[in-house]
Nanobody, 126 residues
Framework: QVQLVESGGGLVRAGGSLRLSCAAS????????MGWFRQAPGKEREFVAA????????YYADSVKGRFTISRDNAKNTVYLQMNSLKPEDTAVYYC???????????????????WGQGTQVTVSS
């Protein structure tokens, strides 16, 4: 059974940092692009960052560029999101996702991803 499990969320003060992890199981994901999205209460799910299958190509939302870094470890079937200089507006449930198309580049549209984790809450206090 294919499964994505996010971890690393929590409560942090503005200016702080968190590192999210997404561990994939049930399949080898080294050929697939992976992404992070977030959804705040009352808002639509929005793109945060994405990475291609090799880790050599990344793409960020303007709102997080320069503060967040996406990376992956294909040997561990895991993708990470390092979040620095967090702001209250970063508060949301963060989801990782997988685009099950071989050797795809990073994508920013949720419908381009077929697999989703259950999400992890990130709360940034002012």
């Amino acid at each position: 059974q294919v499964q994505l499990v996010e971890s690393g969320g929590g409560l942090v003060r503005a200016g702080g940092s968190l590192r999210l992890s997404c561990a994939a199981s049930g399949r080898t994901f080294s050929r697939y692009a992976m992404g992070w999205f977030r959804q705040a209460p009352g808002k639509e799910r929005e793109f945060v960052a994405a990475i291609n299958w090799s880790g050599g190509n990344t793409y960020y939302a303007d709102s997080v560029k320069g503060r967040f870094t996406i990376s992956r470890d294909n040997a561990k079937n895991t993708v990470y999101l390092q979040m620095n200089s967090l702001k209250p507006e970063d508060t949301a449930v963060y989801y990782c996702s997988v685009r099950t198309v071989d050797y795809s580049g990073p994508r920013k549209v949720p419908s381009d991803y077929e697999l989703w984790g259950q999400g992890t809450q990130v709360t940034v206090s002012s």
